[in-house]
């Protein structure tokens, strides 16, 4: 009974299962294979061990993409955080129209990637972008973005920001709607003050879904490709290079597969560490009810 009860399991599972195994889980085996090797994707395989794992981290790039990557999350983070943070706690009020501007704000997470870049490129265009006639018009220095070093990273920063924050918001939000009322009265009644009731309650309550944002965007933070493949393709002269644009760029553009197999697989090591110790430390500060 029991074995048959497995195979009705597995008959449904299959579905989903079959396309895991073909696209994910083989490709992943794969790549350990190829990270052992010295390929250009046309000629035979030829076996160097770790070499490519040696050489990437004797390389100096391989250290600045890891450290734009870095400074890519820090930015990032806080910002989307916090902004949808501010959006969950306006929208969880009873205001006028609100189903809309949940389904406005949260439009741009299901808008295409290359779409967002590209809207945010020509936003922040540093000869005809609206942001810098604005910010012309009222007297402000007017940025290079994309095209300037020191602004490509703030650039893709702010886009990645923008498009996230309807699904942190979505999220933080499910989190204090999930907060029983009767704990804001009774603080209410003890004449705690607004500040008060958010610092000492809304935040504790809310540490399970602000947790679950914090795992979720550093991962995905750390894989970020798509917005500075459109928006600076990794320039000007390297400033916005990150780990995954290294791996595309080592790949495709010098022949040099082993070393991007080898490169994933260093990024996959210094995000499982991460998620490991957030996942240890959340005892910390994650409140469950």
Known sequence: MRRKQYGWVLFFLLPSAIPLLIFTLIPMVSSIWVSLHKW???SPMEWVGLGNYRNLLSEPATGRVFLHTLLYVVGYLPLVYVGGLALALALNRKLKGRAFLRATYFLPVVTS???????WKWLLNPTNGLVNQVLGAIGLPEPGWWTDPAWALPAVILSSAWKDLGFVMVILLAGL???PADLYEAAEVDGTSPWQRFTRITLPLLSPS???VVVISLINGFQVFDQVYVMTGGGPSG???VVVGQIYDLTFRY???GEASALSWILFAVILIITVFQIRGQRRWVHYA
């Open 40 to 42: 250009n994707l046309i």
């Open 113 to 119: 990637w290359v779409v967002v870049a590209l809207v």
């Open 177 to 179: 709607q999930s907060i």
């Open 210 to 212: 602000t947790f679950f």
């Open 239 to 241: 400033s916005s290079q």
């Open 255 to 257: 022949g040099r597969a």
